[in-house]
T-cell receptor
Framework: DIQMTQSPSSLSASEGDRVTITCRASQFISRYLNWYQQKPGKAPKLLIY???DLQSGVPSRFSGSGSGTDFTLTITSLQREDFATYYCQQSYTSPVTFGPGTKVDVK | EVQLLESGGGLAQPGGSLRLSCAVSGFSFNTYAMNWVRQAPGKGLEWVSA??????????ADSVKGRFTISRDNSKNTLYLQMNSLRAEDSAIYYC???????FGKGRFDQWGQGTLVTVSS
């Protein structure tokens, strides 16, 4: 199975901050990398697919980049509603696997 | 509006069984693969199983293979997960998630249900 790692595991930030989360795959996954946001008590929500494509309805302050094994999720100006946990997911091979998550909380 | 509504969770004894359902509306159910993803309390996301839109092909995580069975009734717009030989480590919130295409693999989970909690304990 492909192992996904994320860093940092958590971070504290303020509204307006630029936030960057990295995700690394243990093997080549091309651009089959998705990002999800999960708020407490809620289901995950797709933010970015194909490493850099923005899901419909997701604010443009979210962006993704990378290919191969190294990927990044960037939030350019953190808003109150963005405090959540973020997961990367590879869908290049079965089984699909998720990263352990990065919790973004209030500084 | 797309809706996915899970049900069937609850308390089960080790070695017992439960059947989860996911009723969907708002999209052409039979044209999309579907998945089950679980999340143990305070933990991350773990993919469990997937089924193609036609229902002809399925796949499972090693952790549940041989114990869980995914199925779908396209006439009822409903996805199922039959869980047998339950273990304590199966305790989790179980989400159904829609894939963006008819077959699984190289896709994304673009719609999720709200989840149903399964607790396995004596």
């Amino acid at each position: 199975d492909i192992q996904m790692t994320q860093s940092p595991s958590s971070l504290s930030a303020s509204e307006g901050d630029r936030v960057t989360i990295t995700c690394r795959a243990s093997q080549f996954i091309s651009r089959y990398l998705n990002w999800y946001q999960q708020k407490p008590g809620k289901a995950p929500k797709l933010l970015i697919y194909g490493a850099s494509d923005l899901q419909s309805g997701v604010p443009s302050r979210f962006s993704g980049s990378g290919s191969g094994t190294d990927f990044t999720l960037t939030i350019t100006s953190l808003q109150r509603e963005d405090f959540a946990t973020y997961y990367c997911q590879q869908s290049y091979t079965s089984p699909v696997t998720f990263g352990p998550g990065t919790k973004v909380d209030v500084k | 509006e797309v809706q996915l509504l899970e049900s069937g969770g609850g308390l089960a004894q080790p070695g017992g069984s439960l059947r989860l359902s996911c009723a969907v509306s708002g999209f052409s159910f039979n044209t999309y693969a579907m998945n089950w993803v679980r999340q143990a309390p305070g933990k991350g996301l773990e993919w469990v199983s997937a089924i193609t839109g036609s229902g002809h092909s399925t796949t499972y995580a090693d952790s549940v293979k041989g114990r869980f069975t995914i199925s779908r009734d396209n006439s009822k717009n409903t996805l199922y997960l039959q869980m047998n030989s339950l273990r304590a480590e199966d305790s989790a919130i179980y989400y159904c998630a829609k894939e963006n295409k008819a077959v699984f693999g190289k896709g994304r989970f673009d719609q999720w249900g709200q989840g149903t909690l399964v607790t396995v304990s004596s």
